[in-house]
């Protein structure tokens, strides 16, 4: 964060872990089983259920997901609460709170006779009952230990510091599990990073009848990110961004994906190879919980332009294969791109698709609905900074 990748933060960020967790593990699984529940549905003539496609959206972030949830299992299942007071961060900042807090839970060394039952039922596991010590950065005050204890050797009262603790302190040491921390922290940095350079394989080639192969659509390379209507800007929408794919996992227009780039790693970006962001839709603005994308109305959306259309002439069938199409002009919701005569004196000259800037917003139909492959011949090019139309 203080080196301005502010989307790294997002990787121990027990909000943005959970969506992360949610949306690429847990989605998956009730997708297949509505799938399921389809196949079985038609094969009684019912259509009580209909199937859903099933895709990985981003291979980088479904591992970081899959190495998350795995991580908590076992630090739950080991030492109980150590993701929380150890590496959340709001964890963190509270247990550097806590050191210096008036009141709190004392081991009275004449009363306890090292029986242990504190420790054990201790859900911070900051307890050492050997040597009568508490963890204080650790302990979130549930008094359990004092309910536990039969000799009444701990209470919750006002406690001073003794000298040795006060020259730890003051000499700042790193505590073993601190410097654990880093270094695992600093192994999943660099392990993302690679993985950040992988390309998400995308499902197997379809055909068309029987007989034709039909390609998939590629990502077109954009010079700037195309970010959701009522993000404002792509500064703000990376700024206020904590990756918390809840918009992801609530587009059901596929249009929402993880980014790969490093500087905006895990934060959503728009791609249309499965899909355009419909102009009635505006479920990513109501569901964003950091103010990312503000919240719209669908008169809003129509009149927001967070792009504008680019057209490929070399890649557009009708100067490639010489056939006619228009199928950008015919889907196009605000009507930004007309067809003209390629030759102005021929009658019977191809028409060819012209886009007004000014009109377009982006929504990526043109893209999307385009037939060339495997790249379309039109794409949308994004804006930092969204307009008014």
């Known amino acids: 964060m203080v080196g301005g990748l502010g989307a790294w933060a997002a990787l121990i960020a027990p909000y943005s872990a959970y ?31 209909y199937e859903t496609e099933v895709w990985l959206r981003s291979l980088p972030t479904f591992i970081i997901a899959a190495i998350t949830f795995i991580t908590l299992i076992i630090l739950a299942w080991r030492n109980g609460r150590t993701y929380c007071n150890t590496i959340c961060p709001v964890g963190t900042v509270l247990g550097l709170i806590s050191r210096f807090s008036v009141f709190k839970p004392v081991i009275d060394t004449s009363k306890c006779n090292s029986c242990g039952l504190c420790a054990r039922n201790c859900k911070a596991a900051c307890i050492n009952a050997k040597a009568h010590e508490i963890d204080y950065s650790r302990c979130v005050a549930c008094m359990d230990c004092i309910n536990k204890c039969r000799q009444g050797a701990i209470h919750y009262t006002r406690r001073k510091a003794n000298k040795a603790e006060t020259q730890a302190n003051q000499s700042g040491a790193a505590r073993p599990d601190r410097r654990k921390f880093f270094t695992v922290s600093a192994l999943l940095a660099t392990s993302a990073a690679l993985k950040a350079q992988e390309k998400a394989q995308l499902p197997d080639k379809k055909v068309d009848g029987g007989l034709a192969v039909i390609e998939d659509k590629k990502k077109p390379n954009r010079a700037t990110p195309i970010t959701p209507p009522g993000s404002l800007s792509a500064a703000n929408f990376s700024r206020h ?22 500087h905006t790693f895990m934060q959503p970006e728009m791609s249309y190879e499965r899909g355009y ?5 505006t479920k990513c603005s109501e569901v964003c919980p ?40 015919r889907h196009c919701p605000s009507q930004a791109i007309q067809m003209v005569a390629k030759d102005p004196n021929d009658p019977d000259s191809p028409l060819l698709p012209v886009v007004n800037e000014e009109k377009c917003i982006g929504c990526g139909a043109c893209e999307n609905l385009c037939p060339s492959r495997p790249f379309s011949a039109i794409y949308v090019e994004g804006h930092e900074h969204h307009r008014n139309i």
């Not at 794919?245 to 980014?259: A, Y």
């Not at 962001?277 to 839709?281: L, S, T, W």
């Open 277 to 281: 962001c419909r102009p009635e839709c």
């Open 19 to 49: 969506g992360r967790i949610a949306s690429n593990l847990f989605a998956p699984l009730w997708q297949w089983g509505n799938n399921l529940l389809a196949y079985l549905a038609e094969r009684a003539d019912s259509y009580a259920f």
């Open 290 to 329: 950091a103010g990312a994308i503000r919240p719209i109305t669908k008169a809003d959306k129509t009149a927001i332009q967070i792009g504008h259309a680019v057209l490929i002439q070399e890649n557009c069938i009708v100067n490639r294969d010489g056939v006619t199409c228009g199928n950008c002009a």
């Open 241 to 262: 961004c904590t990756a918390c794919q809840l918009c992801v996992s609530v587009c059901t227009n596929h249009v929402l994906r993880p980014s790969e780039s490093l």
